[in-house]
């Protein structure tokens, strides 16, 4: 009787955990936004899933870089890393001027997620459980806002009346 409790208690405990979320280890990662904080094992199922890409909002005057949301069909996407609590991207510089390696600037309340091809001194982004990018640890607070050229680009707590709340996952295959 008891190894049958045993055995019954064990797979129980196997059936949970296969429910919750797991860490994907990811060393080299797509970000994908959704509006569920929650891994899929199929990344084209999470709920409002979109790709993300670098965008150069001002070509002009800047070399920082956002991240904007990105339609099916797009021909590629960036693959990402974490070091040293920031996300590096390697990109073509402004006008495609050379490769570089994009490494995201601090992020601030109310301001988009930038990257910027000269190594910046502090970052404050991790991946909570192996998935989740987070901000000083926490991962509520992202949000998608309407940005320069009517893109849709990634902020921290954003607060426009365009801007949508989301979680942003690093995944291992990019959704659609």
């Given at each position: 009787?008891?190894?049958s409790?045993?055995?019954?208690?064990?797979?129980a405990?196997?059936?949970?955990?296969?429910?919750?979320?797991?860490?994907?280890?990811?060393?080299?990662?797509?970000?994908?936004?959704?509006?569920?904080?929650?891994?899929?094992?199929?990344?084209?199922?999470?709920?409002?899933?979109?790709?993300?890409?670098?965008?150069?909002?001002?070509?002009?005057?800047?070399?920082?870089?956002?991240?904007?949301?990105?339609?099916?069909?797009?021909?590629?996407?960036?693959?990402?890393?974490?070091?040293?609590?920031?996300?590096?991207?390697?990109?073509y510089?402004?006008?495609?001027?050379?490769?570089?390696?994009?490494?995201?600037?601090?992020?601030?309340?109310?301001?988009?997620?930038a990257?910027?091809?000269?190594?910046?001194?502090?970052?404050?982004?991790s991946?909570?459980?192996?998935?989740?990018?987070?901000?000083?640890?926490?991962?509520?607070?992202?949000?998608?806002?309407?940005?320069?050229?009517?893109?849709?680009?990634?902020?921290?707590?954003?607060?426009?009346?365009?801007?949508?709340a989301?979680?942003?996952?690093?995944?291992?295959?990019?959704?659609?």
């Amino acid at each position: 009787m008891r190894t049958s409790h045993a055995i019954a208690s064990l797979a129980a405990a196997a059936v949970l955990s296969a429910a919750l979320p797991t860490a994907q280890n990811l060393t080299s990662f797509f970000l994908v936004t959704t509006t569920s904080r929650y891994a899929a094992g199929n990344t084209s199922a999470l709920p409002s899933v979109n790709a993300t890409s670098l965008f150069d909002a001002d070509s002009s005057s800047s070399d920082l870089y956002q991240l904007r949301l990105i339609a099916p069909g797009y021909g590629s996407l960036p693959q990402f890393t974490i070091k040293d609590n920031a996300l590096h991207t390697i990109a073509y510089g402004p006008h495609g001027n050379g490769e570089y390696d994009y490494e995201s600037t601090e992020v601030e309340d109310g301001q988009e997620l930038a990257f910027d091809p000269t190594p910046e001194e502090r970052s404050n982004l991790s991946l909570e459980d192996g998935y989740l990018l987070a901000v000083n640890g926490q991962c509520t607070g992202w949000t998608v806002c309407l940005g320069a050229h009517d893109q849709q680009v990634i902020s921290w707590k954003g607060n426009g009346t365009s801007c949508e709340a989301r979680f942003i996952q690093a995944v291992k295959n990019a959704p659609y």
